[in-house]
């Protein structure tokens, strides 16, 4: 069974511009969740979906941060404009449902210069 | 409000011996608790969880963990170290009660296990 798919795996770019990360859940997963992780700490979550419809985004920064999950199954997630704190991993993750174990994508590592 | 406390940065055992990683738990009501692993550069790989039932429960790797409900507490345990287990590990809970389904991760420990 393939498993999530995240890319780019690495992503440099200079504050003040724009960057996007794309996830491709695991085939029948009907939730997905976008984590932030800064080095040294735990995965903290931006944003989670079930199906198409976005269950909880309290964490998310929405005056620069923003994901879509068109058609209930691939998902981006998008910085607008980056500052020098995105620094991070970020890890997409999926599930069959709200009530299961969650499964990680190898992340998308950000770097904000 | 739900959190989790991993109250060891880094857990050093050598190969062979029994290992104990710590996590304990606050929730206002009934926790779902899981374990993950990270490699490096690598994403989080699920290890076990407990949802309810039994307080042992069994997962990945030889992997173990305990729920204790009264000292709130979900200790991940394995038999015989191994090199190979070297990673870093995190505890995640989750309140059954919270209609926001979101899991609070620990910040996680780092296990080395020396030959």
């Known amino acids: 069974e393939a498993g999530v798919a995240q890319s780019p795996r690495y992503k440099i770019i200079e504050k003040r511009q724009s960057v996007a990360f794309w996830c491709n859940p695991i085939s029948g997963h009907a939730t997905l969740y976008w984590y932030q992780q800064i080095l040294g700490q735990g995965p903290k979550l931006l944003i989670q979906?079930?199906?198409?419809?976005?269950?909880?985004d309290s964490q998310l920064p929405k005056d620069r941060f923003s994901a879509e999950r068109l058609k209930g199954v691939d998902s981006t997630l998008k910085i607008q404009p980056a500052k020098l704190e995105d620094s991070a991993v970020y890890l997409c993750?999926?599930?069959?449902?709200?009530?299961?174990?969650?499964?990680f994508g190898p992340g998308t590592r950000l770097t904000v210069l | 409000a739900q959190s989790v406390a991993q109250p060891e940065d880094q857990v050093n055992v050598a190969e062979g011996n029994p290992l104990t990683v710590k996590c304990t738990y606050s929730?206002?009501?009934?926790?779902?608790l899981f374990w993950y692993v990270q490699y490096p550069n690598r994403g989080l790989q699920f290890l076990l969880k407990y949802i309810t039932g039994d307080n042992l429960v069994k997962g990945s790797y030889g992997f173990e963990a305990e729920f204790n409900k009264s000292q709130t507490s979900f200790h991940l345990k394995k038999p015989s170290a191994l090199v190979s287990d070297s990673a870093l590990y995190f505890c995640a809970v989750r309140d059954i009660s919270d209609s926001g389904y979101a899991l609070n991760f620990g910040k996680g420990t780092s296990l080395l296990v020396t030959p």
């Open positions: 993750a999926t599930g069959l449902s709200l009530y299961n174990e969650q499964f």
């Open positions: 929730v206002s009501g009934n926790p779902y």
């Open positions: 979906f079930q199906n198409n419809g976005v269950v909880d």
